[in-house]
């Protein structure tokens, strides 16, 4: 039980935790979807790491092996990449809709926008 | 070919394939065509699941004849046919209405790309449902999520482009707390079928991650069924969507993910490790009041009826989460039960409202002054539904209700009876504002000439109207059907 065995998980914490942080502090849409990414990205190293046993290799029975790695969490994740670069590109997608609509990508200036517009609608 | 061995995989596989050839057809009456024998047949097979699973019980389907826990598996269970008749029989009514609704919401170019993103948002609901894998789980909800995220940019304001973003970060945040769910809960036992992730976890329950695991799931799907506070996402959304999304959208997505967090607590962790080891019961109590009060409260204030209404959603998943925390059989009765109850009655409220839009152009509440005298019909099945949020005798409202109350004297807090009563008055308040508004103003000027919404538009909207009344007077249909669900549900781990 020592840091560096640790070292995986520590880094994905500090990814996961880095990643949300921005989301949240952001106002900026983009930004908001580079901290979304980061998050998203902790996770696939969360699952990738166990999965890699030092020595281990891929799971073909022959008789000069006995140690095999989990190829299982790679496929999950590669699954995971896919909703991640979708999730990315909607995202992006509909910031540039916003652009066009508000001319604007801060969230504070959307929204005063929207106030703006429900005030005049009054 | 055996086609009656092969319903589990066909209730997805057929609105997945359907989604596809929309986009390859292009015409929109085509496109519409196809989604809606899609989404009339898996409603059928639906049913047909219904009955097997109600005569020879549960089903167990192996995609690919690979045996669990190996391979993927689709069980179909009593809940899960309940939902999935629920989910796929609200998408074979709001369908035949979409075709009038977005006819004048959508340029006609894009109507093919709505019904492309309602059949993948189907499937992949449907997919959640039927789905014994737990990351299958993930993936059909970010299916569902992702097609929900564009059709509530469909929306004509530009704010939807917001809400869509919104709900975009949200959501995501989200499904991504129920992937590490998922992966921990891997991590501890190898396996990613839920019966047999159930099974081996019996042992290790206390063990920390999986705790973790447990709050990492619980706050994922929370988000994503809008329990307060954890609703921020919801009112907006709900708003600015096309009539025919909101209308969907408040009537399944939220209900699909509370059926995925019942799924995890009874069939995964078992409700012992739930609610013995952790405060689960006060904290769901805790915050399904506050869901009840606030959100009825702030609804009582809304200037339009469609995020009235949708603040009125996020009160009723209070109460969904309300009977969840009872952890009794008559509490889980009253929030599966509920799970239909307030999808038909909430489902009713938006296909009417998007009627009004149509007629009066648009759903302020000073809009629909004096709404009564030209749109009688819509105004009644308005009332209807509302006195079901209400709930009132011979509504559905009025079972849930009951079967809360029940659950709440059993447990003996007679205190929480008399809270679930006050919050009802509530919605008497906000319901009242809508009646007063279309019943007891003068209309206003150029109001006299308005008609009622088209008859397709209508058809559809009064038959979950029917639906309300009729399930609220002949309760065996869900309230069997729901009670059979939850007493199958807590026998199974105990």
Not at chain 1, 43 to 67: D, H, M, N, Q
Not at chain 2, 83 to 106: F, K, M, Q
Not at chain 2, 340 to 359: D, E, M, P, Q, R
Request: hydrophobic share 55%.
């Amino acid at each position: 039980m020592s840091v560096a065995s640790h070292f995986a998980y520590a880094v994905t914490v500090f990814l996961m935790i880095a990643g949300l942080f921005i989301v949240i502090a952001r106002g900026n849409l983009i930004k908001k979807l580079v901290g979304l990414g980061i998050f998203q990205t902790s996770v696939y190293l969360l699952y990738i790491a166990p999965g890699k046993l030092i020595g281990g290799t891929a799971p073909i029975v022959t008789e000069s092996y006995g140690v095999y790695s989990n190829p299982l969490p790679h496929v999950l994740i590669l699954t995971a990449i896919v909703v991640g670069v979708a999730t990315l590109a909607l995202g992006l997608a509909l910031v540039v809709r916003i652009r066009e609509a508000y001319d604007s990508i801060e969230e504070d200036d959307i929204l005063a926008a929207d106030r703006r517009a429900a005030d005049a609608e009054r | 070919m055996d086609v009656a061995a092969n319903l589990p995989a066909l209730q997805v596989v057929v609105p997945l394939v359907a989604a596809p050839l929309t986009v390859l057809l292009r015409g929109r009456r085509l496109a519409f065509a196809v989604v809606l024998l899609a989404a009339w047949t898996a409603f059928a097979i639906a049913i047909a699941l219904w009955l097997r699973v109600d005569a020879s019980g549960t089903i167990s389907y192996h995609i690919g004849s690979w045996a669990p826990p190996w391979g993927i598996e689709y069980r179909v269970d009593r809940l899960s046919s309940y939902v999935l008749v629920l989910v796929s029989g609200i998408a074979a009514v709001v369908l035949p209405y979409s075709w009038p609704s977005i006819a004048r919401e959508l340029p006609p170019e894009r109507h093919y790309l709505f019904y492309t993103m309602f059949a993948l948002c189907l499937a992949g609901l449907l997919g959640m449902v039927i789905t014994g894998d737990a990351f299958n789980i993930f993936v059909f909800l970010e299916i569902s999520s992702l097609s929900t995220y564009v059709l509530i940019a469909l929306g004509r304001d530009r704010r939807a482009l917001l809400a869509a973003y919104q709900y975009l970060i949200m959501g995501t945040i989200g499904a991504t707390f129920i992937v590490i769910g998922v992966g921990l809960l891997y991590l501890q036992t190898g396996t990613l079928n839920l019966v047999d992730m159930g099974q081996r976890l019996h042992g290790i329950a206390g063990h920390r991650p999986v705790l973790a695991a447990l709050a990492f799931l619980t706050v994922g799907l929370s988000l994503k069924l809008a329990l307060f506070p954890l609703h921020q996402w919801l009112p907006n959304a709900y708003a600015y969507a096309p009539s025919a999304v909101s209308s969907f959208l408040a009537a399944t997505a939220t209900k699909v993910a509370v059926y995925a967090l019942l799924r995890f607590y009874y069939s995964v962790f078992g409700a012992n490790t739930v609610f013995q080891r952790l405060p689960m019961e006060e904290l769901m109590l805790v915050l399904a009041l506050a869901g009840m009060f606030v959100a009825s409260t702030v609804a009582c204030f809304q200037a339009d009826l469609k995020r009235l209404f949708a603040y009125s959603s996020v009160a009723q998943i209070g109460y969904i989460v309300l009977g969840l925390s009872f952890d009794s059989l008559a509490g889980l009765t009253a929030t599966i039960v509920h799970l239909a109850n307030h999808a038909l009655t909430k489902g009713g409220i938006f296909l009417l409202l998007g009627g009004v839009a149509v007629s009066m152009g648009g759903v302020s509440l000073a809009r629909v002054q004096g709404m009564a005298r030209v749109m009688p019909l819509t105004s009644f099945g308005i009332v209807i539904c509302g006195l079901s949020l209400i709930g009132v005798p011979g509504t559905v409202g009025f079972i849930s209700k009951w079967y809360l109350i029940v659950a709440a004297i059993e447990k003996g807090q007679w205190w929480l009876v008399f809270l679930i009563v006050i919050s009802s008055m509530i919605s008497v308040v906000y319901v009242g504002r809508f009646v007063e508004a279309a019943y007891f103003q003068a209309p206003r000027e150029g109001v006299r000439g308005r008609r009622e919404a088209p008859l397709a538009m209508l058809l559809p909207s009064g038959l979950l109207v029917f639906a309300t009344v009729c399930f609220g007077l002949a309760t065996s249909t869900t309230l069997g059907a729901a009670s059979l669900a939850a007493a199958e549900l807590l026998g199974g781990m105990r």
